[in-house]
């Protein structure tokens, strides 16, 4: 599958890049826990284990690189079970000049590339996110109150309690209790145009501002892929690291620097590019008809080991 995966790029000309696993910055996602590490040399100081190489990846497209792609370890604490670990490999790729449905139509490509034909029973179905909420949850994401997604998600009063007034929380019950579960198995589908509260380093909808050019990938109810077409404005970029230390501290979360080197760099000029990152160890799974991570991992994490 590693030979596959490199054989596709190959075939397009994309650059095999490698970027470090180790940096003093991380991402802001408030979604998302990064792995902090000591240094001896510096003991004041955290330097993290990168959740995704998205970040050294932009820059080296700000610097004039070439449509490029990575295969490598990404890390993220919190994040163990069936269908996560804290270390899996990720497979993200850039490509120069890519509009949001080439880039969905190349993610496609890709999967089916490397999971067996078999797999797959009936073609991929494209879908909007606010279609999908229409269909399988009779709510809509825009419109709706959050009394309806608390409903449409079937929430008890200790749900109600935690989530609030945090819309976006809400999409996501709902979306993940409603929405994908129903999802066809056998069958890709990509949802896209998510919320504009769900940018994160989107950029919006050119032709309507409520929306993010981004997109997700499933196999069934299994998400494989998160990609968009990438944000280039720089003062935008900084503003929503902000925001999303805002909620952080407002969350009680450990809050982290801006990385000021990729504001720079998209100072500096980012090409009109889209990317996105693909779960490696999940197209293994769907290939080995498992539905655990761990037995797609040659070393396992079950959090024991020495």
């Known amino acids: 599958m590693l030979d596959a995966a490199r054989r596709f790029f190959a075939e397009r000309a994309v650059l095999e890049v490698d970027t470090p696993l180790l940096?003093?910055?991380?991402?802001?996602?408030?979604?998302?826990?990064?792995?902090?590490?000591?240094?001896?040399?510096?003991?004041?100081?955290?330097?993290?284990?990168q959740t995704s190489p998205e970040f050294f990846m932009k820059r080296l497209l700000c610097a004039g690189y070439p449509d490029i792609y990575q295969?490598?370890?990404a890390f993220r604490d919190g994040e163990a079970g069936r269908r996560h670990s804290?270390?899996?490999?990720?497979?993200?790729?850039?490509?120069?000049?890519?509009?949001?449905?080439?880039?969905?139509?190349?993610?496609?490509?890709?999967?089916a590339a490397l999971i067996e034909p078999r797999r797959l029973t009936t073609p991929p179905e494209f879908m909007e996110y606010r279609d999908a909420f229409g269909k399988y949850a009779d709510v809509d994401p825009q419109q709706s109150s959050l009394a309806a997604l608390a409903d449409a998600a079937g929430a008890d009063r200790r749900m109600i309690r935690s989530l609030g007034d945090d819309r976006d929380a809400w999409l996501d019950l709902v979306l993940t209790a409603r929405a994908v579960p129903?999802?066809?198995?056998?069958?890709l589908t990509v949802l896209y145009h998510y919320p504009a509260s769900q940018a994160a380093l989107a950029r919006l909808c050119p032709v309507n501002a409520a929306l993010a050019d981004r997109f997700e990938v499933f196999y069934g109810d299994?998400?494989?892929?998160?990609?968009?077409?990438?944000l280039q404005d720089a003062h935008e970029q900084a503003r929503r690291f902000e925001r999303d230390r805002s909620v952080r501290r407002q969350r009680e979360q450990p809050v982290h620097s801006t990385d000021r080197r990729l504001i720079a760099a998209?100072?500096?000029?980012?090409?009109?590019?889209?990317?996105?990152?693909?779960?490696?160890?999940?197209?293994?799974?769907?290939?080995?008809i498992s539905e655990d991570i761990r037995q797609v991992q040659s070393f396992a994490f079950d959090g024991d080991d020495a």
């Open 266 to 288: 998209l100072q500096a000029g980012l090409p009109e590019c889209a990317g996105v990152a693909v779960g490696f160890d999940r197209l293994l799974m769907i290939n080995e």
């Open 222 to 230: 299994l998400e494989l892929a998160n990609g968009f077409v990438e």
């Open 23 to 49: 940096s003093p910055a991380t991402v802001s996602d408030p979604h998302i826990e990064s792995i902090a590490a000591t240094l001896g040399r510096k003991p004041g100081r955290p330097y993290f284990l």
């Open 182 to 187: 129903q999802f066809a198995s056998g069958r």
């Open 71 to 73: 295969i490598c370890k």
């Open 86 to 111: 804290p270390e899996f490999t990720l497979v993200e790729w850039y490509r120069r000049g890519f509009a949001l449905r080439q880039m969905m139509d190349e993610t496609v490509a890709f999967i």
